[in-house]
């Protein structure tokens, strides 16, 4: 599939090139760019198993003749020899899938070598394929980007296979595969649906109400659609964000120095990532640790501990410490209940309860650990769960990023006008939601609404 983290072949020879491959057809190719057909290794790796080298674009078939002797049946794999056109020389025995366009992964011709998984195999098969005038390396994400050039997913879909690629988590990898599956692009595609039939019935009903199959009728249908998507559209937007998905949840332990800070960063990370020392500010700046628990992605940030100490690189580290604190999505407070600072992301902790002074936990505190003995370990874990879920997109729920909510807080804004004025308003702010929603799905124009318009109402026959 296309979005495969293929960079610029360095490999190529130019050095002496093959007459340039004669195009005997095949699929039909939607070009994209320059026209070139393309090519990369897209396994990573070597050696290994196998490797997998993939082209897209018109000269995909004939460079497969030249090398093979012959094209395959489409979409079924053919074990077939590899050699150079050149010289004849063997390349490989290789199984061979011939996709031709538009019915593939980029709408162009498509062909994937699947090779043994030697350098030196695919570094021969990519030096003979830089041999054609026709073929060049392919770019960084270029198959990802053909795809949406010819129309075969949107970009939100795209920008969700880019995360589902980056997933390190299991919560991750299930909301980019929403994405990436058109959950977001079917979402859109209703509303879109809904905005246009109503724009076009509108201005059928405003503009052309003398033509007997348009009629007249209450334009209230028109701003019941308007307050509808916008009602879902707000809805999609009240779940959590995807960078905290995918940067994971930020949980940063504040306190004054000595309260066991660092000991329980330890234990939270499970591993020796910070100093543990009774020489009170032993930490001085910020140290994270990425962590995953129980498929969610979690940031610690251990802090220096909070004190007026009047020594410059102590108290750059308090400040640090307070600039984490007052951004984290999670606060674990270990210091005096009085002391704590205010917010729903503060959770006040009664650190180094296996000291016998310190056998009583207040009231305010949620509860008593001891990163030493373990006490208390198991509820702590359960409580940032607990918390972090609350954080994050439901399954049910889209994650979407930055630039996705933009677009849809637009298209809600123009929606939100919608009764604010007269019907030539209302027919504009119709088309601004869905112009708005079109930009994020990557494309549309007026063209849709025109089409949609004649269609339906069979005007100017």
């Given at each position: 599939?296309?979005?495969?983290?293929?960079?610029r072949?360095?490999?190529?020879?130019?050095?002496?090139?093959?007459?340039?491959?004669?195009?005997?057809?095949?699929?039909?190719?939607?070009?994209?760019?320059?026209?070139?057909?393309?090519?990369?290794?897209?396994t990573?790796?070597?050696?290994?198993?196998?490797?997998?080298?993939?082209?897209?674009?018109?000269a995909?078939?004939?460079?497969?003749?030249?090398?093979?002797?012959?094209?395959?049946?489409?979409?079924?794999?053919?074990?077939?020899?590899?050699?150079?056109?050149?010289?004849?020389?063997?390349i490989?025995?290789?199984l061979?899938?011939?996709?031709p366009?538009p019915a593939?992964?980029?709408?162009e011709?498509?062909?994937?070598?699947?090779?043994?998984?030697?350098?030196?195999?695919?570094?021969?098969?990519l030096?003979?394929?830089?041999?054609?005038?026709e073929?060049?390396?392919a770019?960084?994400g270029?198959?990802?980007?053909?795809?949406?050039?010819?129309?075969?997913?949107?970009?939100?879909?795209?920008?969700?296979?880019?995360?589902l690629l980056?997933?390190?988590?299991?919560?991750?990898?299930r909301?980019?595969?929403?994405?990436?599956?058109?959950?977001?692009a079917a979402?859109?595609?209703?509303?879109?649906?809904?905005?246009?039939?109503?724009e076009?019935r509108?201005?059928?009903?405003?503009?052309?109400?003398?033509?007997g199959?348009?009629?007249?009728g209450?334009?209230?249908f028109?701003?019941?659609?308007?307050?509808d998507?916008?009602?879902?559209?707000?809805?999609?937007?009240a779940?959590?964000?995807?960078?905290?998905?995918?940067?994971?949840?930020?949980?940063?332990l504040?306190?004054?120095?000595?309260?066991?800070?660092?000991?329980?960063?330890?234990?939270?990370?499970?591993r020796?990532?910070?100093?543990?020392?009774?020489?009170?500010g032993?930490?001085?700046?910020?140290?994270?640790?990425p962590?995953?628990?129980?498929?969610?992605?979690?940031?610690?940030?251990d802090?220096?501990?909070?004190?007026?100490?009047?020594?410059?690189?102590e108290?750059?580290?308090?400040?640090?410490?307070?600039?984490?604190?007052?951004?984290?999505?999670?606060?674990?407070?270990?210091?005096?209940?009085?002391?704590?600072?205010?917010?729903?992301?503060?959770?006040?902790?009664?650190?180094?309860a296996?000291?016998?002074?310190r056998?009583?936990?207040?009231?305010?505190?949620a509860?008593?650990?001891?990163?030493?003995?373990g006490?208390?370990?198991?509820?702590?874990?359960?409580l940032?769960?607990e918390?972090?879920?609350s954080?994050?997109?439901?399954?049910?729920?889209?994650?979407?990023?930055?630039?996705?909510?933009?677009?849809l807080?637009?298209?809600?804004?123009?929606?939100?006008e919608?009764?604010?004025?007269?019907?030539i308003?209302?027919?504009?702010?119709?088309?601004?939601?869905?112009?708005?929603?079109?930009?994020?799905?990557?494309?549309?124009?007026?063209e849709?609404?025109?089409?949609?318009?004649?269609g339906?109402?069979?005007?100017?026959?």
């Open positions: 599939m296309p979005g495969f983290r293929c960079g072949v360095s490999s190529i020879s130019s050095a002496t090139r093959a007459p340039p491959p004669k195009n005997s057809g095949g699929g039909v190719a939607i070009l994209s760019d320059d026209g070139a057909t393309i090519f990369a290794l897209s990573a790796g070597l050696p290994s198993a196998i490797a997998i080298v993939r082209t897209s674009g018109p995909s078939r004939s460079a497969l003749e030249a090398l093979a002797g012959r094209v395959p049946e489409p979409r079924y794999a053919a074990l077939m020899s590899l050699r150079d056109p050149a010289d004849g020389t063997p490989d025995r290789a061979i899938l011939w996709l366009g593939s992964e980029t709408g011709d498509m062909v994937e070598y699947h090779l043994h998984g030697s350098r030196a195999v695919a570094s021969k098969l030096e003979t394929l830089g041999k054609y005038d073929m060049r390396p770019e960084a270029e198959f990802l980007r053909r795809a949406f050039l010819n129309g075969k997913m949107d970009l939100t879909a795209a920008e969700g296979l880019g995360d980056d997933a390190e988590t299991e919560s991750q990898r909301h980019a595969l929403a994405i990436a599956e058109g959950g977001l979402r859109i595609a209703g509303w879109r649906e809904r905005l246009l039939g109503a076009a509108l201005e059928a009903v405003l503009n052309f109400s003398d033509e199959d348009v009629g007249e209450d334009e209230s028109a701003l019941d659609a308007a307050d998507v916008h009602g879902e559209i707000m809805e999609t937007l779940a959590p964000p995807a960078e905290r998905l995918r940067d994971g949840i930020r949980v940063a504040a306190g004054p120095p000595n309260a066991g800070k660092s000991t329980l960063f330890n234990a939270l990370v499970a020796e990532a910070a100093i543990v020392s009774p020489v009170a032993t930490t001085r700046d910020v140290i994270e640790a962590v995953d628990i129980d498929g969610i992605a979690f940031v610690f940030s802090t220096a501990g909070l004190r007026d100490s009047g020594e410059a690189i108290e750059e580290g308090v400040r640090r410490a307070r600039s984490v604190s007052e951004r984290s999505d999670i606060l674990f407070w270990m210091g005096e209940t009085a002391d704590a600072p205010k917010g729903d992301h503060i959770i006040i902790l009664h650190p180094r296996d000291e016998p002074r056998a009583a936990k207040p009231a305010e505190a509860l008593s650990v001891s990163a030493t003995t006490e208390g370990m198991a509820a702590l874990r359960a940032l769960l918390r972090a879920r954080l994050l997109p439901r399954e049910d729920q889209l994650a979407l990023n930055q630039r996705q909510r933009l677009a807080r637009e298209a809600a804004d123009a929606l939100a919608a009764r604010a004025g007269d019907w308003l209302l027919v504009e702010a119709l088309r601004g939601a869905r112009m708005a929603l079109e930009r994020l799905g990557g494309g549309g124009g007026v849709t609404m025109l089409d949609a318009l004649f339906r109402f069979c005007i100017g026959k």
